[in-house]
């Protein structure tokens, strides 16, 4: 490991130079910046952000390399390169608060309990951002996993992803089969199936803009293919039918009010995640 290194910062990208322009600005901006590095993959054919770090001087170890595209390939890629004992997975279009890496780091012990934490995302104003989050800290479980966390929000221990052999490569955005969601809370059920501490922390704020409030433009099948994985979590994991018929029924009642709303767009959407859902379900991956 390098000297100082604490948390490794993972990101998977494809050609977004000025997103991941935000969140290395922001990375900068961290008060314990010392402690943290950079591990980019680019997926890109042009390999722009690569372009983007080598003319970049920064003030923290940075690595990249590329990959065959899959969101989770890119991660697995990145964490073989990566020196820390903590690992992160932002998007390339998230990024931090100014404390993000300290209150990381002061919840997070190099050694005990927990293994790993979910913080919180939030939109630059505040609001919520893609999930309705608890108020308060508290264990993560099988029962609560897909409220607590996702993957941008999650700070795991080298050593338990390590021991889990990372994210599961079927599973994400820019995989190769139908599941394009849903490998961050896979990899959470996994550690806690093995026995792993895993917490609830809204202490610590990921930022991203809520894909609602913008260009929703193709967001149905987007969200079809999201729905996919969700429901592939819930065969995998054997969690409870009745817990996915109420997301399922929550959907289609959020559709009837955005429709009335004039929202069309963001109904199209829950109602594709639903039906998406049902169809991951359904989906017996090959033996």
């Known amino acids: 490991m390098t000297d100082g290194v604490a948390l490794s910062v993972i990101v998977s990208t494809i050609g977004r130079p000025d997103d991941l322009r935000r969140l290395i600005d922001s990375l900068i901006a961290q008060d314990r910046r010392d402690e943290l590095e950079l591990i980019v993959v680019d997926q890109s054919e042009d390999g722009s952000c690569i372009a983007l770090l080598a003319a970049w001087d920064l003030p923290f170890e940075c690595r990249w390399t590329t990959s065959a595209r899959g969101v989770s390939v890119g991660r697995n890629a990145g964490a073989a390169l990566a020196a820390g004992w903590l690992f992160t997975f932002p998007d390339d279009n998230c990024w931090y608060a100014r404390d ?23 939109t630059e104003d505040g609001q919520p951002s893609m999930l309705r989050w608890p108020d308060s800290a508290r264990p993560i479980t099988r029962r609560n996993v897909q409220l607590t966390a996702i993957e941008s929000t999650i700070f795991c221990k080298r050593s338990l992803f390590e021991s889990l052999t990372g994210f599961d490569e079927t599973m994400g955005v820019g995989s190769p089969g139908p599941f394009q969601a849903g490998e961050g809370t896979d990899l959470l059920l996994r550690a806690i199936a093995a026995g792993a501490s895993v917490e609830y922390e809204p202490t610590v704020r990921v930022i991203q803009d809520d894909p609602r409030r913008g260009d929703t433009s193709g967001f149905d099948k987007k969200m079809a293919g999201y729905g996919r994985g969700i429901g592939h979590l819930y065969r995998l994991h054997h969690l409870p039918k009745s817990e996915m018929a109420y997301l399922i029924a929550r959907k289609v009642a959020a559709a009837g009010v955005r429709t009335v709303r004039g929202r069309r767009d963001i109904a199209r959407a829950d109602l594709a995640w639903a039906r998406g859902l049902v169809a991951g379900y359904r989906i017996r991956p090959p033996s």
Do not use: F, K, W
């Not at 990381?104 to 995302?121: T, W």
């Open 100 to 122: 993000t890496v300290s209150a990381v780091l002061d919840l997070v012990p190099e050694r005990g309990a927990p293994d790993a934490i979910s913080g919180i995302q939030v």
